[in-house]
């Protein structure tokens, strides 16, 4: 948490924004900030630590008064983590897509082949019932892909 004025200066910092920026006690406090007018209700923001490590940040701003003054109240929440891992899920929802959609060719050449070459109806009925039953398992899996892709638009639009 930081507390700035109006011109962007740091009036008040916790530990906590201590650790995040990776700074020591007393060194954030009296340092520009930003204009806080700027600063929308809630956003992103990206923070270089000390270290060079690359934080991703949720910023919410509270107007407040401090000591007769109208201050900001900047709560700041680091997301790496979670934007990290929504990007793994995007990237797995394309993966997963990808496999859908490749099994699809390969299996219609399989059943055009079976109802073409062979000529035991038994063992064509028995081969095509395991062909519709893989096309219902990739149906099944493509109806999952579409639910997770809904699911994943909904969070990207809550999130922002």
């Not at 700035?4 to 200066?9: A, N, P, T, V």
């Not at 099994?103 to 062909?131: M, W, Y």
């Not at 899996?141 to 639910?147: A, E, N, R, S, Y």
Request: no cysteine; glycine share 6%; aromatic share 8%.
């Amino acid at each position: 948490m930081l507390v700035i004025d109006e011109k962007g200066y740091v009036i008040f910092k916790n530990t906590s924004a201590e650790q995040m920026f990776d700074i020591l006690e007393g060194e954030l406090t009296g340092n520009y900030f930003g204009f806080p007018h700027l600063i929308k209700d809630s956003e992103e923001i990206e923070i270089i630590r000390k270290d060079g490590n690359l934080l991703i940040s949720e910023i919410r701003k509270t107007e407040i008064d401090w000591e007769g003054k109208t201050v900001y109240l900047l709560s700041i929440r680091d997301i790496t983590e979670r934007k990290k891992t929504m990007k793994q899920i995007e990237q797995n929802i394309e993966y997963f897509a990808h496999i859908v959609d490749h099994i699809r060719n390969p299996l219609a050449i399989l059943s055009g082949f079976v109802q073409i070459k062979i000529d035991d109806e038994e063992i064509k009925t028995r081969v095509l019932r395991q062909v519709d039953r893989i096309e219902k398992i990739i149906k099944q899996l493509d109806q999952g892909w579409m639910d997770t892709e809904d699911t994943r638009r909904f969070l990207k639009g809550y999130k922002d």
